[in-house]
């Protein structure tokens, strides 16, 4: 009798234990399930030394460096989550971050969602490679603008077609049909290669457009860089696009592209940089894409790193916003000497000049920060 | 009828009773075993409570989920209307999206699925509970099939992605389809291994209670093992063979990790069951973080109603079937 009342009592603990869990759980679900849960982040927080950022897994790396470098010299922390370019332009948007970070600049309907403009600041450049699984080429495969649309279009489909055939002269190419890799979930590298290719084909960008998504006309979708590299190294014939430092530290072979000087560019830190060493606007908000730098890699970027221009909102303090321009700043200069250990192209000066000038037009109660 | 009373006893030579015993002790003890009946009264009820609460709490939750999907699908609901089900294209660019490539794709992989599924799942629950539901091979065999539900999925998609994938290609290219590997045929077989367990599970224990009586009987017949487990042991568990199919098809449908990296991810319509394609809940996991515009991200939250609803309908359907069947 003992053991079964206390039994009783034992699974109405449980029981009740499990009640509040699920009620808590459903009023969890009641709030309009929108993406931004948590309200004891940017806004207010007594902590001034740590600084929230989100966005773009393809700065992580390199930030960690950055915030652990910065951290030991002045105490500051940085809690980044890398959540992707979207939901950290979405995380600013609801003000649950000091900073957002992004691989494209924001579009019209996302500055249109904001209270107040953002800035934008070059923090680093990337680059996208073409990465393939030809075992009998032994020399560098050669792509022009025109190929490479021709192939992600679909209307391309063999490896000894006569364009490609044209350009890699004396290369023997096999006579297996193209299997093209792209990335299945959104991300800003898919943005950059289609915007880039938007760019150079008139057909892709009517059929097909630029987006972290597109409706991919042929071709097998990977999650991140790793699933297309994964297709590309299994399936032979295949080529896809993944970011520079990926390819590098697995060492993948990768083509080499024409520019719009008409050179055939070798993906590289160099030659990234070089791609961003081109006239940017004030604002920042340039694609490197295409770039018209004669030894630039075509298919370049910036990543930026955003922030509202008028910093005081949601009770934020000066001392806080002064943190946050002071490491934005602290990154553009004495931070660049990480990228490249970690295959990031450092930032050519022009990019450090405009930056400069945008994070001194950042204020706060309309008075500038930094001076 | 001769009655006395004796120690508190009113003895009745046929019948004995009792009567309430007055001394101190005893009515302290009376009151003692009163109080702990009313603390056990008590207790049920609470407990009783307890349970009902629990069970509202699951309805809620349910509710609380559709109704949170539907009301945020709300605005793809009213830019595109009943067409989403099936268009056939899906353009985050050009906000067109139509559910038809990935509500198809993820009915014919589960569907397959369940097809390569159902001869092993059936074969293990009878060799399990009919032919040796004791010794140490087949508590070996039961502890993997259990094993093979407790992998976690994405192992799956990178064992099929190592392993399963290059073995079809193979296969693709003797058969002269394009060798690609991946594709709705890989993501099926992947998950043609995940769902064995469910149904093999219920399955063997639907036949190990099955009455010995009844298969005695047919043995007393003269009936062979075969002629048992076709005439007696099948027809007694079918509806629960059939619900535990129904499980696995459940769990097929809603599988993510593993699919995605087997399928190959393309919003193409698959023209074969060879050709990549795409399933509902591994647009969702694709695509979900980088729905930058309202009716993207609605779009997908739609997609998951879409796979909410059809999961609904095909579990409906299912106990139509068991219904009939145990009712026959």
Same mark, same amino acid.
């Given at each position: ?10 699974? *109405? ?129 050669? *792509? ?86 994964? *297709? ?137 920060? *930094?001076? | ?328």
């Amino acid at each position: 009798m003992k053991l079964s009342s206390f039994k009783i009592k034992r699974s *109405l603990v449980a029981g009740v234990f499990f009640a509040v869990v699920s009620v808590s759980l459903v009023s969890c679900g009641g709030g309009g399930g929108s993406t931004s849960g948590s309200d004891s982040t940017a806004s207010g927080n007594s902590d001034d030394n740590t600084l929230i950022g989100a966005g773009s897994s393809f700065d992580n790396p390199l930030f960690s460096k950055q915030f652990s470098e910065y951290n030991k010299t002045n105490g500051l922390k940085v809690n980044y989550q890398s959540v992707g370019s979207g939901a950290g332009i979405s995380q600013l948007t609801n003000k649950t971050v000091d900073f957002g970070a992004s691989d494209a600049p924001m579009n019209g309907k996302q500055d249109s969602a904001l209270t107040g403009p953002a800035i934008h600041i070059p923090i680093t450049a990337g680059a996208v490679v073409l990465s393939y699984n030809l075992p009998e080429v032994k020399d560098t495969l050669l *792509l022009t603008p025109d190929v490479l649309a021709g192939i992600f279009l679909g209307t391309i489909t063999k490896w000894n077609d006569a364009k490609i055939a044209a350009i890699n002269k004396g290369v023997k190419l096999p006579a297996t049909g193209i299997v093209i890799a792209h990335r299945s979930d959104g991300s800003g590298t898919s943005n950059v290669f289609t915007t880039y290719l938007a760019k150079v084909s008139t057909d892709w960008n009517s059929k097909v457009g630029k987006g972290s998504s597109v409706n991919w006309p042929v071709g097998l979708g990977g999650k991140g860089n790793e699933g297309v590299a994964g *297709l590309v190294k299994q399936t032979p014939g295949a080529i896809g696009y993944i970011e520079l430092a990926y390819a590098v530290q697995n060492s993948m072979p990768y083509a080499k592209v024409q520019n719009k000087a008409g050179n055939y560019i070798t993906p590289s830190i160099a030659s990234v940089t070089a791609a961003a060493n081109i006239q940017i606007p004030a604002d920042s908000k340039v694609s490197l894409t295409n770039t018209d730098a004669a030894d630039g890699y075509p298919i370049s970027s910036f990543s930026w790193v955003l922030i509202y221009k008028e910093q005081k909102y949601n009770n934020r303090s000066l001392d806080r916003a002064t943190k946050l321009l002071k490491l934005i700043s602290w990154m553009i200069h004495d931070g660049q000497q990480f990228s490249s250990a970690l295959t990031y192209a450092p930032l050519s000066p022009a990019a450090v000049t405009t930056g400069d000038a945008i994070l001194k037009s950042a204020t706060y109660d309309g008075k500038p920060i *930094l001076q | 009828m001769d009655t006395s009373v004796e120690n508190g006893m009113i003895t009745r030579s046929d019948l004995p009773l009792r009567v309430i015993n007055s001394t101190p002790e005893a009515i302290l003890k009376t009151k003692k075993r009163a109080r702990r009946s009313f603390r056990q009264i008590r207790t049920e009820n609470i407990f009783k409570r307890t349970l009902m609460i629990m069970g509202l709490v699951m309805v809620i939750l349910v509710l609380g989920i559709l109704l949170t999907l539907i009301v945020q699908s709300l605005p793809s609901i009213k830019s595109l209307g009943l067409k989403y089900l099936w268009s056939k294209v899906w353009d985050p660019v050009q906000d067109i999206y139509g559910a038809w490539p990935f509500l198809l794709g993820t009915l014919l992989s589960s569907f397959l699925a369940l097809l390569i599924s159902i001869p092993f799942s059936i074969a293990i629950a009878i060799f399990l509970g009919e032919y040796h539901p004791k010794g140490w091979l087949p508590d070996f065999l039961k502890n993997a099939v259990e094993l093979i539900a407790a992998v976690p999925s994405v192992i799956y998609g990178f064992w099929g992605l190592a392993v399963l994938v290059p073995i079809v290609r193979n296969l693709e290219s003797h058969i002269g389809v394009e060798p690609i590997g991946v594709g709705i045929f890989s993501s099926s077989l992947i998950l043609a291994i995940m769902i064995i367990p469910y149904a093999a599970s219920l399955g063997r224990s639907m036949i190990t209670m099955v009455p010995s009586h009844l298969k005695e009987a047919a043995y007393g017949l003269g009936a062979t093992r075969w002629e048992v487990i076709r005439s007696v042991v099948l027809p007694y568990t079918k509806s629960g063979l059939f619900a535990g199919i129904l499980l696995s098809l459940g769990r097929a449908l809603g599988e993510t990790m593993a699919v995605t990296m087997v399928i190959g991810n393309t919003s193409l319509i698959p023209k074969s069951i060879f050709a990549p394609g795409n399933t509902m809940a591994s647009v969702i996991a694709n695509e979900f973080t980088e729905a930058d515009k309202p009716v993207y991200l609605s779009a997908l939250i739609e997609l998951g109603l879409v796979l909410f609803l059809v999961t609904v309908v095909i579990n409906l359907i299912g106990k139509k079937i068991i219904d009939r069947f145990t009712n026959e």
